[in-house]
C-alpha cells in the first residue's frame, strides 16, 4: 500500500503561484507513475499532469500546459506540482495518485492510490 498526502494549497491571488507537494509514505512509489488531478464544485475529475517514474516522460492537460511543472524527487519520495498564472477557473480540491503500472494514462480509473486532496482557492 502507498499512502499518497498533499499539501501546499490555500488561498492565492489570479496571477499568482503555489507550489502543491504529494508525499509517499508506506510502501515507497519509486516505479510508479504519479499524476495530478483536480476537482471543482460541480464538476468530474480533472487530469492536469503525470510523471514516470524516472521523470523522464511528462505529459500534460492543454488546460494548464505552460502554467503548471510537475516534477519529482524519488529521494523524497515526493511529486511537486508548480503552478503559476494562476486563474479564478483553477479554484478546485487538488489530487495525487499513482499508477504501479508506470504509464501516463489521464483517466482516473488507470490510478491505484489516491490523496485526500488540498484545496486551491483562486481570488480576483
Known amino acids: 500500500q502507498v499512502q499518497l498526502v498533499e499539501s501546499g494549497g490555500g488561498l492565492v491571488q489570479a496571477g499568482g503561484s503555489l507550489r502543491l507537494s504529494c508525499a509517499a509514505s508506506?510502501?515507497?512509489?519509486?516505479?510508479?507513475?504519479t499524476a495530478w488531478f483536480r476537482q471543482a464544485p460541480g464538476k468530474e475529475r480533472e487530469f492536469l499532469a503525470v510523471?514516470?517514474?524516472?521523470?523522464?516522460?511528462?505529459n500534460y492537460a492543454d488546460s494548464v500546459k505552460g502554467r503548471f511543472t510537475i516534477s519529482r524527487d524519488n529521494a523524497k519520495n515526493t511529486v511537486y506540482l508548480q503552478m503559476s498564472s494562476l486563474k479564478r477557473e483553477d479554484t478546485a480540491v487538488y489530487y495525487c495518485?499513482?499508477?504501479?503500472?508506470?504509464?501516463?494514462?489521464?483517466?482516473?480509473?488507470?490510478?491505484?492510490?489516491w490523496g485526500q486532496g488540498t484545496q486551491v482557492t483562486v481570488s480576483s
Open positions: 510523471i514516470t517514474w524516472t521523470g523522464g516522460s511528462i
Open positions: 495518485a499513482a499508477d504501479s503500472l508506470n504509464r501516463l494514462m489521464m483517466s482516473p480509473y488507470a490510478y491505484d492510490f
Open positions: 508506506g510502501r515507497t512509489f519509486n516505479y510508479y507513475s
